[in-house]
C-alpha cells in the first residue's frame, strides 16, 4: 500500500433534526489530522445524516471509531424514529477506496474497525459487502432486515451472532454495520404524487431485484413460485440498482430512493431515465431529483454529455457547462440548491492556493505578468496561448457542430471539441506548473549550505527543480503541437465562416511552441547534467520544426478559404 493511500468512510447516524448533535459527531471527525470532512447531509424525514471524509487508512478509521463513539454517547435508539431503515446510532460506516489501495487492503481496515468498536464500545457490529464474512451477510438490506425493533429477537438466533461485540442487544445504540465496498450514489427521484404505493410501482420497474411475479392481475393476482418454493420475480429495468418508495413530509412528495451500487453498469442518468420511463407509462411525472451526499465527477460529466446528445447538441462542451446541464437536466437543484464545488469529491479535494494564476481574472492576470515578479513569466504565458489555441479550434467545431443543415456531422464536430476541451485542460492546469517550477528553483537555490550535508541536499534540490523546470516547458511543447489536428481539420473542413479563428489558432499554437522551446534552452542552459540536457534539447527542436511546418500548413489553408 502506498504512503499516499487514501480512502473515504460514508457513516449514516440515526439522528437529521438536531444540528448541535450533528456538529458534536462531525466535530470528532475533524479533530483528527490528516482526515477531510468533506459533505454533511442531514435528512429532516428520514431522521438520518451522511456524512462523508477522507484520509489516509489508518486517519479515517480513528476518525469513524470517534465518531461511532460520540453518537452512541449522544443517540437513544429507543425512541428514534425516522423514514429510512436503520438498526442503529451509528447505522453503518462503509469504507471506500479512493486512491493507491486495493479493495483487500480495504476490507483489513474495516475489520479492524469494527473489531474496535465491538471490543471497546460494546456495540455489536455485522460487517457487509466486500468485508462480509459470510454470503448471507453481503447484502445491508438482509442484515438490517427488521431494523432495531427485531434486534433483541435476531440477536438470540445463532445465524445471526455479530461478528464483532457480544451477542447481547445494546438498547441504545443499537447494532452498526461496517464493510468495505465500491462507490455508491445515493440518489433519490421525486415524484409528482404523495402517493408511497405509486412510488413504489416505479421503484419496483426500475430496481435490479423488480417485482414478485403474480399471476394474473400483477398487485393482487396470486404469486408465482419457483420449483424450490421460492417467490419468482420480474427483473427491474437496471443492474446495481436497490430501490423503495417512500413519502417525504417535509417536501409533501413521494420519492424513489435509491442506492446506486456500481455506477459503471448503471449510471446515474441511467437511473433517472428509467425512472422516467416508469412514471409516464403509469401517469406519472418526474419533477427533479436530489442527491445524498457525493458524487464523482465522471458521474456528472458523462450524465451530462448524455442529455446535450439527446438535445442534438455538441458534447464538447465546457466541464462547468457539462456539469450544469446534467443538474438541470435531472432536476437535482428542485428541492434544494445543488454547489457542485460542494457535492462533487474532486472538487472539495481541490486546493485553489494550488492553481492560483488560472482562478484569476484576465486583468489581474496581465496585471501580475507586467509587475515587477519574475514570475508568471514566459513559459506561464507560453501554456496559456497554447490554451487559447485548442480553444480556438474548439470553438469552430462547436459552431461547426451545431451549423444549420450539418445534422450529420455534429457527432464528428463533438468529437473533434471533446479533444479540444481536454487540450485546452491540459494547458491551463500548466499556466500554474510553469511558474511553481520556477519558484522551486528558487527555493532550492535559497536552501542552507552551511555544512556539506546541506551542501549535498541543496544540489540534490537545485537539480531535480531544475530537470522539472526543462519538463514543464517541454509538455507545453507537446500539448501545443497536439492541438494541429483539430485545427487542421477545422480549417479544412469546419464552419468556413469561422475559418480565420483556426488560422488565429494556429499562430496561438506556434507561440506557445516557440515560447516554451526558448524556456527549454535558457534552462538547459546552465544544467550540468550532459544526457538529460542533450535529449531534451533533441526533442524540443523536434517539437519546434513540426510546428514551425504545421502552423505554416493550416495558415496556407486558412488564407485560400479566405480568399
Known amino acids: 500500500m502506498s504512503a499516499n493511500a487514501l480512502i473515504e468512510c460514508v457513516p449514516n447516524f440515526s439522528e437529521g433534526r438536531n444540528p448541535e448533535v450533528i456538529q458534536q459527531i462531525t466535530s470528532v471527525i475533524e479533530e483528527v489530522e490528516g482526515v477531510r470532512l468533506l459533505d454533511v447531509d442531514p435528512g ?101 432486515s427488521g431494523e432495531y425493533e427485531a434486534l433483541p429477537t435476531k440477536m438470540e438466533n445463532a445465524a445471526w451472532k455479530p461478528d464483532y461485540g457480544k451477542a447481547i442487544f445494546n438498547e441504545r445504540s443499537g447494532a452498526t454495520v461496517i464493510g468495505a465496498r465500491d462507490f455508491l450514489v445515493a440518489y433519490n427521484v421525486n415524484l409528482n404524487t404523495a402517493s408511497v404505493r405509486r412510488a413504489n410501482s416505479v421503484a419496483f420497474d426500475v430496481r435490479e431485484r423488480g417485482r414478485v411475479k403474480r399471476k394474473g392481475h400483477p398487485v393482487t393476482g396470486p404469486i408465482v413460485k419457483k420449483k424450490n418454493g421460492e417467490a419468482a420475480r420480474v427483473p427491474g429495468m437496471c443492474k446495481s440498482v436497490k430501490g423503495i418508495g417512500w413519502y417525504i413530509e417535509e417536501y409533501g412528495i413521494a420519492q424513489i430512493s435509491m442506492n446506486l451500487t456500481n455506477i459503471n453498469i448503471c449510471s446515474l442518468h441511467e437511473a433517472f431515465e428509467a425512472c422516467r420511463k416508469s412514471a409516464t407509462k403509469r401517469g406519472l411525472r418526474v419533477t427533479g431529483s436530489e442527491l445524498i451526499g457525493l458524487v464523482p465527477k465522471k458521474v456528472m460529466i458523462d450524465a451530462g454529455k448524455f442529455f446535450l446528445a439527446k438535445q442534438g447538441l455538441s458534447q464538447g462542451a465546457s466541464e462547468e457547462h457539462i456539469i450544469h446541464i446534467a443538474i438541470k437536466s435531472m432536476g437535482l437543484d428542485e428541492l434544494n440548491s445543488f454547489d457542485p464545488k460542494k457535492k462533487i469529491i474532486e472538487y472539495l479535494l481541490e486546493d485553489e492556493n494550488d492553481a492560483p494564476l488560472i482562478q484569476m481574472d484576465l486583468r489581474a492576470f496581465a496585471d501580475m505578468t507586467a509587475s515587477d515578479s519574475p514570475a508568471p513569466g514566459g513559459g506561464s504565458i507560453a501554456a496559456y496561448l497554447g490554451s487559447l489555441g485548442a480553444s480556438l479550434g474548439t470553438m469552430v467545431a462547436n459552431l461547426s457542430a451545431t451549423k444549420r443543415g450539418w445534422d450529420d456531422k455534429i457527432e464528428t464536430f463533438s468529437a473533434w471539441a471533446e479533444k479540444g476541451q481536454v487540450l485546452k485542460d491540459d494547458l491551463l492546469k500548466m499556466v500554474d506548473e510553469d511558474t511553481k517550477a520556477f519558484n522551486q528553483i528558487i527555493t532550492a537555490i535559497r536552501l542552507p549550505k552551511n555544512t556539506k550535508e546541506e551542501k549535498s541536499l541543496r544540489f540534490k534540490a537545485i537539480k531535480e527543480a531544475t530537470k522539472n523546470a526543462i519538463n ?18 477545422m480549417a479544412k473542413e469546419g464552419n468556413p465562416n469561422s475559418v480565420s479563428d483556426a488560422g488565429v489558432g494556429a499562430l496561438c499554437a506556434h507561440a506557445a511552441v516557440y515560447g516554451a522551446y526558448l524556456n527549454v534552452k535558457i534552462n538547459c542552459a546552465d544544467f550540468k547534467d550532459k544526457e538529460f540536457v542533450d535529449k531534451s534539447l533533441k526533442k524540443a527542436s523536434s517539437l519546434l520544426s513540426k510546428s514551425e511546418k504545421e502552423h505554416k500548413l493550416i495558415l496556407k489553408i486558412t488564407e485560400k478559404i479566405i480568399s
Do not use: W
Not at 104 to 127: D, N
Open 472 to 489: 514543464v516547458p517541454l509538455k507545453v511543447m507537446q500539448r501545443s503541437v497536439d492541438c494541429y489536428p483539430l485545427l487542421k481539420q
Open 44 to 144: 429532516k424525514a428520514t431522521h438520518r445524516t451522511v456524512v462523508t471524509f477522507v484520509g489516509h487508512p489508518e486517519q479515517v478509521i480513528e476518525a469513524a471509531f470517534r465518531a461511532i463513539q460520540k453518537a452512541s454517547e449522544l443517540i437513544d435508539m429507543s425512541i428514534h424514529s425516522g423514514e429510512h431503515p436503520r438498526m442503529g446510532a451509528t447505522d453503518v460506516c462503509p469504507l471506500i477506496p479512493i486512491a493507491n489501495i486495493s479493495m483487500e487492503e480495504t476490507v483489513k481496515y474495516a475489520h479492524k474497525l469494527g473489531k474496535r468498536v465491538g471490543t471497546e464500545l460494546g456495540i455489536p457490529i455485522y460487517m457487509y459487502e466486500e468485508a462480509a464474512t459470510s454470503k448471507k451477510r453481503k447484502n445491508l438490506a438482509d442484515i438490517r
